[in-house]
């Protein structure tokens, strides 16, 4: 299918892919073709005999920079696959870029060309590659977290699952993707599945009540409890979003009562 969200991975480790996305709901997906999936070699584009990527930082130092040129041919040649489409958004993942959130996953997946996903190895690529495709096609960096990866592979393949289990028809339940962890701004409320009790720990009675307003009321609860204990972060930013939703709704009220008065 042409038209599917199309994910290109630069890499020097093409084997590391489909990895864990050939299983589970990516892979489900993939093999049904709502999405398509492929690894570039970025040795493939080195322009010497020995195959050489990178080379030794100007200024010296330790380890190995990806050198410019050969990165470059390895974009433009994922560029090539997407001829007549949309750009897709290109991606340098590093742990210099921007933390990754559902909000950027959700317009990565909104994307209808799809993601250009390079991945770094060594002491990362040549900035000035970076900075060129920046300018020329609006490259984003992307970090998974404050932490050093060995590669941006595993970023990739985080990043990649993340984006596909939000396009349509990959989930079965679309009321799923709205309803968990941060799309509400809540973490997401405690489930439980047989038996009722377990090493005499008892399931909550009112998720065996039937009584589906009550079963809402409490899983707001208890989203909101986890949420306070564990993230106060998030319950901050919840909290005054609902504040201020609440002054907007009682606002509109209130002049409409002054009216009357
Ligand atoms: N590559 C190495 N570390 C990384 C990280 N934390 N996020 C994204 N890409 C990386």
Redesign the pocket.
Same mark, same amino acid.
């Given at each position: 299918m042409t038209s599917a969200w199309r994910a290109t991975v630069l890499t020097l480790f093409p084997e590391m892919f489909p990895g864990p996305l050939a299983h589970s709901i990516a892979g489900k997906a993939l093999a049904h073709q709502k999405w398509c999936l492929d690894a570039i070699n970025i040795r493939d584009f080195a322009k010497d005999k020995h195959n050489t990527v990178d080379d030794t930082p100007y200024g010296g130092g330790a380890g190995l920079v990806m050198m410019a040129d050969v990165v470059h041919g390895a974009l433009c040649a994922a560029e090539t696959l997407y001829e007549g489409k949309a750009s897709p958004q290109y991606i $340098? @993942?590093?742990?210099r +870029?921007a933390p990754?959130t559902q909000a950027i996953v959700r317009t990565l997946s909104q994307n209808p060309s799809g993601i250009v996903v390079l991945?770094?190895r060594y002491e990362?690529v040549d900035d000035r590659l970076v900075e060129y495709w920046r300018e020329e096609k609006g490259l984003i960096e992307?970090?998974?977290?404050? $932490? @050093?990866?060995?590669? +941006?592979e595993?970023?990739?393949l985080t990043?990649i699952d993340a984006c596909v289990r939000l396009l349509p028809g990959v989930l079965i339940k679309e009321e799923a993707k709205t309803s968990e962890s941060f799309e509400l701004d809540l973490l997401e409320f405690s489930q439980y599945s047989k038996p009722r009790i377990w090493q005499n720990k008892v399931v909550p009675e009112v998720l065996l009540s039937g009584d589906h307003s009550k079963i809402a009321a409490w899983r707001q609860k208890s989203a909101e409890q986890i949420t306070k204990e564990r993230r106060p972060d998030i319950w901050k930013a919840y909290d005054n979003q609902r504040a201020s939703t609440k002054r907007t709704q009682s606002g509109k009220g209130g002049s409409f009562a002054a009216k009357g008065d």
């Open positions: $340098y @993942v590093t742990p +870029g990754l991945c770094g990362g992307i970090s998974l977290g404050d $932490y @050093v990866l060995s590669g +941006g595993m970023a990739a990043l």
